[in-house]
């Protein structure tokens, strides 16, 4: 079982950062990739990026690459997403999610991931 904590949302204007964190329970954490997803009202979850157990493999979507980190540090059982050059299609509630099985390219929908969080707003104005 792996419990998920979200943190770090806001509101914040366009071109400015924010940094979200999700912190995660559960002995299995340093195994489990993970990942970031969001949503805005009125649509579908979408994915944002992920992360391997090890960190040697990292995926970003389109929309966000070059622009969005993510990363994690295993001993604190936490995963970060650093948000850069915030623009206000990025406002959403944004989700941390743990995959039990290996990271793949194509682990980019709700269903290839097991455990999640409840949810940071992040809201960018124009």
């Known amino acids: 079982q792996v419990q998920l904590v979200e943190s770090g949302g806001g509101l914040v204007q366009a071109g400015e950062s924010l940094t979200l964190s999700c912190a995660a329970s559960?002995?299995?954490?340093?195994?489990?990739?993970m990942g970031w997803f969001r949503q805005a009202p009125g649509k579908e979850r979408e994915f944002v990026a992920a992360?391997?157990?090890?960190?040697?493999?990292?995926y970003y979507a389109d929309s966000v690459k070059d622009r969005f980190t993510i990363s994690r540090d295993n001993a604190k059982n936490l995963v970060y997403l650093q948000m850069k050059s915030l623009k206000p299609e990025d406002t959403a509630l944004y989700y941390c999610?743990?995959?039990?099985?290996?990271?793949?390219?194509?682990?980019?929908?709700?269903?290839?991931?097991?455990?999640w969080g409840q949810g940071t707003q992040v809201t960018v104005s124009s």
């Open positions: 999610a743990a995959r039990l099985a290996p990271l793949r390219p194509e682990s980019t929908t709700v269903y290839d991931y097991d455990y």
């Open positions: 559960g002995r299995t954490f340093s195994r489990n990739a």
């Open positions: 992360i391997s157990w090890s960190g040697a493999r990292i």
